[in-house]
């Protein structure tokens, strides 16, 4: 297991190699002139001033050098200033991130907590009204677009119910705890100030809920078509053959071996959380990196861009090595397979 | 006579199907006394599954109980509610299934699912039964318990595994272990020591067993009371010995007589059930079998006969069972069978000179090791022209991938292969294009081998219009060819879905023999079928070939049907020819000592008391063969010798190739010359 993990870890070697490639290459592809962009079209027509910046940010030497010195600059934690904001993309990465993050973690955890049991008492019971019920159910969630779930929810339950704090990821008059982690959750557990911990909660519920119904959605068809493959298998007729009961059936041999492919999903789909919730970050105001990658991209801001493409794509990677990492701790075939 | 154990009376079962429901046991009714061994034999279709899986109420989805009575030590079982039959199930009745690598949950320890009998029934503690399963780990003869039950499934081999499953079922004493085609899926030294077991264990325990099979072979050595199914209802029923001796009903009898014996003639014709097993869905009028029967009459297409007893223990459902005729005799003659023109002379149309064919895995991680396996490791082989070459041996013994080879679908690492004298190893392009015209396949699975969207006529079209040949004669030859397989022509426009397993078979031999081939090779082309059909293929071929003549290159896992279809034989262990010969002689003397296991592996009717040989230990790993001798692993005979060094394959002037040190039996001077 450890030699499998260790040689997982060097294959990222490669793997972030590449994505560094793509992103300078992409960004460097596209037609729009950052020093235009951001000193301004009057100024841009002052050759001399233009050719100030170019120097300055090295847009003059070869691109496999400029490649190296942006290579160099990350290895060293430097992502290069943003053009727009003038700060260090780091600097705004660490702001950003860890609001997304939270979000993120908070619907996948939603969404997990609610597919994999009507997943699984949907296959169980298939064909059946309840069946029924999770399949439109799960159908509607996966098709509403967002942003209108969003709006809708708000409406709901902030302007008529009362009953979900406004934008932002704690209230107003409230400071954010001593900065550890970023994530308000935990650096409130830390500094163990519980009503901030609540509040942070209580405004990630919304968001968080309104992010996780497309998961939802999806984890949950998954998890039933998964079911319903294993619900066919053999090992099943012997349990039942050694006097096991349905429910002891389903909860110590179908469930188990259902949950490798709707791993695999749960990975993609927090991937996907990570990456993809600038509409719900733009609508409840959440200060996440939706939202910054959103206004870079708009600036041409493409020290940011590249930051925000690198910081995605790296979780990515990660969450993926998890997956892999669950595959092998709960089937020992592949424990086999890579010993 | 005491109260029985296991009592069923006018069962009915029904499946469901896109039209209805339609029946597939239909009022069937038997006796099990404690400590009694009842064989179940049928085809499939038969419904000898389904009424196994009934008696604890586990019918799969679709099926379900339609009427009748099933009592367990006098208590009705098909009234029983799910809390109930959960405290029968593993209990009073042990079920063994019948592929053990399906039916083990490949993420739990195996130790914990032969455990889980004893939990769930409150028999004993998480401590107490891991003490108890490794006692009933030793009983089923499990090496090294407490390592084994620590192992996941996928650590163990298909028997070791069907052995575990033994294990379970067994755990907590049950009085009744019903066993759904236990060894069927297992290979047949593997089969030989599993039925052993499962023999020893009932001697020892006393429980009473229902042992369900296709074959009567692998029943008669198991069993005290035999039950003959036929279309959802039992035709015959008897001691096993008065049965096989004497059957009285003539779908029994058609059973014993289509397998091939020991003692019959090579060659000779199989007597084959004509016809086809019945769809359940729309079962023939009166007695079922009447339409395959020779000896229906009137009353037979009318009414169907009900199942009488008689004095001796003896039941049979059949208006004439007076007239059946006794297995030997009867209406099919043996006709003369096309005997082998080669003998010796004969130029070999094929000769494969010491193929090595290794198979790299894929590395299952970056930067990881490589296995190979060893599939064939120096193989030689000779058939002469219009001879059939049996290659036998056990799954991984390489004898796939040597047909494979043959039909150059893979390529060699290195040896030969020639063919018409031609050396065909390399050759690619026009000149493979030319081979390939006479060399065809004919492979295992009927249902894989066709494709579902294309007609019949274009499916045997294929091959010819490859070669260019003109419309109309791939018009005839079409027509011709379905004729000669016992198809009719007017099948041509149809799908293959709309045919039976053995149908299909047919036409995959009709695509095959549709260029003329000078060779034919078949890789397990029975398998997968029916007793009864299986013998209208080995028929077929015998017919083909006296009708075409071309020669023949046979794959099987089954001795006895190459001893009676094969003129020559060729034993493989390991990617290794251990024996080679005429089939005759070395079935008959063989001299190695795995053919002489893998002969007495072979359940045969008329051997059922004697003691088989039964191998000890598992087959070694293709990825890492043993040294020296591969076979010595598991030999009787083996010495410190046959670690050291590799026995060549060494022929003698009849024509025998043995690779052993010690062969069984030292033929005339032991000529040192190398096999080509």
């Known amino acids: 297991m450890w030699t499998f993990t260790f040689r997982r870890l060097l294959l990222l070697i490669p793997t972030l190699i590449g994505i560094t490639l793509i992103t300078f290459a992409v960004t460097r592809s596209i037609p729009t002139d950052p020093v235009a962009a951001t000193i301004g079209e009057q100024a841009a027509e002052h050759p001399e001033i233009v050719a100030v910046y170019r120097a300055k940010w090295g847009l003059d030497e070869p691109l496999p050098v400029q490649y190296l010195t942006y290579l160099r600059n990350l290895v060293r934690g430097d992502f290069g200033d943003s053009i727009y904001t003038h700060r260090p993309v780091a600097a705004d990465l660490a702001d950003y991130l860890p609001a997304t993050i939270e979000l993120a973690t908070v619907a996948i955890i939603i969404s997990i907590l609610i597919s994999l049991p009507l997943g699984v008492l949907a296959a169980r019971f298939r064909g059946g009204p309840f069946d029924g019920l999770v399949r439109t159910v799960t159908t509607i969630g996966v098709s509403m677009p967002i942003f209108w779930l969003a709006l809708v929810a708000i409406n709901i339950f902030y302007f008529h119910l009362h009953l979900v704090p406004g934008q932002g990821r704690l209230d107003s008059g409230l400071a954010p705890p001593p900065t550890v982690t970023g994530l308000y959750t935990i650096d409130g557990l830390i500094a163990g100030d519980f009503g901030l911990v609540a509040n942070a909660l209580y405004h990630l519920a919304l968001p968080a809920f309104v992010l996780a119904t497309w998961s939802i959605g999806l984890i949950t068809r998954v998890t039933r078509a998964s079911m319903l493959a294993v619900l066919g298998q053999d090992f099943l007729r012997t349990a039942r053959s050694k006097g096991a009961r349905e429910p002891y059936v389903l909860v110590h041999h179908a469930v188990e071996n259902a949950i490798l492919p709707v791993i695999t999903v749960m990975g993609l789909a927090f991937g996907d959380l990570l990456a993809g919730s600038v509409m719900t970050e733009t609508i409840f105001g959440w200060p996440g990196i939706g939202r910054y990658a959103y206004s870079a991209a708009s600036h041409a801001d493409f020290p940011a861009v590249m930051g925000v493409t690198l910081v995605v794509a790296i979780s990515y990677t990660i969450v993926n090595l998890a997956v892999d990492l669950a595959y092998a701790l709960i089937d020992p075939r592949i424990r086999a397979a890579m010993s | ?676």
């Open chain 2, 1 to 676: 006579m005491s109260a029985p154990l296991l009592e069923i009376e006018d069962l009915r079962i029904s499946v469901a199907t896109d039209t209805g429901s339609r029946p597939i046991v239909r009022g069937l009714g038997l006796r099990v006394s404690a400590g009694e061994v009842l064989g179940i034999v049928g085809e499939s279709g038969s419904g000898k599954s389904m009424t196994a899986l009934a008696i604890p109420a586990l019918l799969p989805p679709g099926a379900s109980f339609a009427g009748g009575s099933i009592r367990f030590h006098g208590e009705e079982l098909t009234r029983a509610g799910p809390r109930r039959l959960a405290e029968i199930r593993g209990l009073g009745i042990g079920m063994i299934f019948q592929n053990p690598m399906t039916s083990f949950n490949p993420l739990k320890r195996v130790g914990a699912q032969v455990a889980e009998p004893l939990l769930l029934h409150g028999k004993a503690d998480r401590r107490t039964a891991r003490a108890r399963v490794e006692d009933i780990f030793r009983q089923v003869s499990i090496p090294d318990p407490a390592a084994r039950a620590r192992a996941y499934p996928n650590e163990f081999s298909g028997g070791m595994l069907q052995r575990a499953m033994i294990a379970t079922a067994l755990v907590n004493s049950p009085e009744l272990v019903i066993a759904d085609e236990p060894t069927t899926a297992l290979d047949v030294t593997v089969q030989a020591q599993v039925l052993d077991l499962l023999g020893r264990l009932n001697r020892e325990t006393g429980a009473a067993m229902i042992f369900i099979s296709h074959d009567l072979a692998v029943v008669s050595r198991i069993c005290d009371r035999v039950a003959v199914m036929y279309a959802g209802r039992i035709v015959e029923q008897g001691p096993v010995r008065a049965i096989l001796d004497r059957p009285r009903h003539p779908y029994s009898r058609a059973l014993i007589a289509a397998m091939p014996a020991a003692n019959a003639a090579a060659n000779a014709r199989l007597q084959t059930i004509g016809g086809e097993p019945p769809d359940f869905g729309a079962l023939p009028s009166g007695c079922p079998f009447h339409p395959r029967c020779p000896l229906a009459s009137e009353r037979c297409r009318v009414e169907d006969p009900p199942l009488v007893a008689d004095s001796e223990g003896r039941a049979v459902a059949c208006w004439h069972a007076d007239a059946v005729p006794p297995v030997g005799t009867g209406p099919v003659a043996a006709t003369a069978a096309p005997s082998d023109v080669s003998a010796t002379a004969a130029e070999p149309i094929l000769r494969v000179s010491d193929l090595v064919r290794h198979f790299r895995l894929p590395a299952a991680l970056p930067f990881g090791r490589r296995r190979e396996v060893h599939a064939l490791d120096g193989v030689s082989v000779t058939l002469a022209r219009g001879d059939t070459l049996g290659i036998a041996g056990e799954t991984g013994c390489g004898k796939s991938t040597l047909a494979r080879c043959i039909l150059r679908l893979v390529d060699t690492d290195s040896g030969s292969i020639q063919f018409m004298g031609e050396d065909i190893t390399g050759i690619a392009g026009r000149s493979l294009r030319a081979v390939r015209r006479h060399i065809q396949p004919i492979f295992q699975n009927p249902y894989a081998a066709l494709n579902p969207r294309a007609r019949i006529e274009d499916i045997i079209a294929e091959p010819l219009r490859a070669f260019r040949l003109p419309a109309v004669e791939i018009d005839r030859r079409i027509d011709a060819v379905l004729d000669m397989v016992g198809m009719s022509p007017r099948h041509r426009k149809r799908l293959p879905h709309e045919f039976s397993g053995g149908q299909r078979q047919r036409i995959s031999i009709a695509r095959a023999i549709a260029l003329r081939p000078a060779l034919v090779v078949a890789d397990e082309p029975i398998a997968s079928l029916d007793v009864s059909i299986q013998a209208q293929i080995i028929n077929l071929f015998t017919d083909l070939r006296r009708e075409i003549g071309f020669s023949m290159i046979f794959i099987s896992h089954d001795l006895r049907v190459i001893r009676h279809f094969c003129s020559h034989v060729a034993v493989m262990f390991l990617g290794q020819v251990v024996e080679h010969g005429p089939a005759a002689e070395v079935c008959a003397r063989p001299r190695h000592p795995y053919t002489a296991a893998l002969l007495s592996a072979v359940p045969e009717l008329d051997k059922a008391d004697g003691k088989p040989v039964i191998l000890a230990g598992e087959p070694p790993s293709p990825l890492a063969p043993p040294s020296g001798c591969r076979f010595r692993t598991r030999c009787f005979r083996a010495t410190e010798r046959c670690a050291e060094f590799v026995p060549p394959l060494v022929r003698d002037a009849g024509g025998r190739a043995t690779a052993c040190f010690y062969p069984l039996e030292t033929p005339a001077p032991l000529a040192a010359v190398p096999a080509s």
